[in-house]
């Protein structure tokens, strides 16, 4: 891939986050994804590549834009697919709570999995413990695990998790082992990512998600260094049918970094909307707003952290008024 794409690909996330920023707090979660998903698609438009969607929006019919299998790009430069989440806590916004972000990840074509869309158990960890956590470990042998790792007493490991009704017994067996936890409304996305840096303070992500942001997930953590590891969880027939008609008979399969990402590189970009641990969201301030972004590539290793400062009457198509 293109060294140059890195920069292309934060153009678009930027343009996601001002533009659903508008709807933060405002209880509209369908607005704010519409506005991130349109902006997005636009910047794809002007960006040299040869992209298509393996994971967005959802399929054709489903979805107007940035569905599964749209062409991406100006049709010249590298082949690549191209994993997106216009807005990554659609309830995070309409909430006006933390961690919400405007996600893209691509790889060299035929290298992202094409995860259905559906659960996934995932279990997540930085550079540390890499090598060192099995998903069909115990909660206590996992947790215990990442101390050993990290160099921590159990009690000073923290666990991320989604805050459902159907982590109850996760929870509690996280509990039982001493651990702390942090739960969490929407955003697993994030979620994974944080396990990578010290300063957010987490050690380790546990629970059932989207598989879709999964493969985000370990994009951004083959860039870090890190791990993901996942299992498919359909809840019903017609789940079980898409799963073998993907090929994947045996649903106690565990899908690794280099399936859900292939080959030695990989690009990861992701524009804070509202702040987080990681990342300030968008800030307005008269004609002017502040985005932070993270844009990192699995090939050379470097991640960069970009602030922008953007004139909003320059780009008045890209930041829709509620």
């Given at each position: ?19 659903s920023a508008r709807w933060m707090g405002r209880g ?295």
């Amino acid at each position: 891939m293109e060294r140059s794409l890195t920069m292309e690909l934060v153009r678009v996330t930027e343009a996601a986050a001002l533009s659903s920023a508008r709807w933060m707090g405002r209880g509209l979660r369908n607005e704010a994804d519409d506005a991130a998903t349109s902006a997005m698609r636009t910047v794809f438009d002007t960006i040299p590549m040869q992209g298509v969607v393996v994971i967005g929006e959802g399929e054709m019919d489903e979805a107007p834009m940035l569905y599964i299998g749209e062409k991406l790009g100006t049709g010249v430069g590298p082949a690549v697919d191209v994993a997106v989440d216009p807005l990554e806590g659609t309830n995070i916004v309409a909430q006006g709570t933390w961690n919400a972000l405007a996600v893209i990840a691509i790889a060299d074509k035929g290298n992202l999995l094409h995860a259905p869309d559906m659960y996934m158990e995932k279990i997540a960890v930085g550079t540390e413990a890499v090598g060192k956590v099995d998903i069909n470990a115990s909660t206590y042998e996992n947790l215990q695990a990442v101390a050993d790792a990290k160099k921590k007493d159990i009690e000073d490991v923290v666990a991320i998790v989604l805050d459902r009704p159907r982590h109850q017994q996760l929870i509690q067996e996280i509990r039982q082992a001493g651990a702390r936890i942090k739960l969490i409304p929407d955003g697993d996305v994030a979620a994974a990512i944080n396990t990578a840096f010290d300063e957010t303070g987490v050690d380790i992500l546990f629970g059932i998600g989207g598989a879709p942001e999964g493969v985000l997930a370990a994009v951004a953590l083959k860039c870090l260094g890190g791990e993901i590891q996942g299992k498919l969880v359909p809840k019903d027939e017609a789940e079980r049918a898409r799963c073998e008609k993907m090929g994947i008979k045996d649903l106690d399969r565990v899908f690794y970094m280099e399936d859900f990402c292939k080959g030695d590189d990989a690009i990861f970009a992701a524009t804070g909307v509202t702040d987080g641990e990681l990342l300030k969201g968008v800030q307005f301030k008269g004609t002017r707003a502040t985005t932070q972004t993270v844009v990192m590539r699995a090939k050379s290793g470097t991640v960069r952290f970009i602030d922008g400062e953007h004139s909003l009457k320059k780009k008045p198509n890209l930041v829709m008024e509620p």
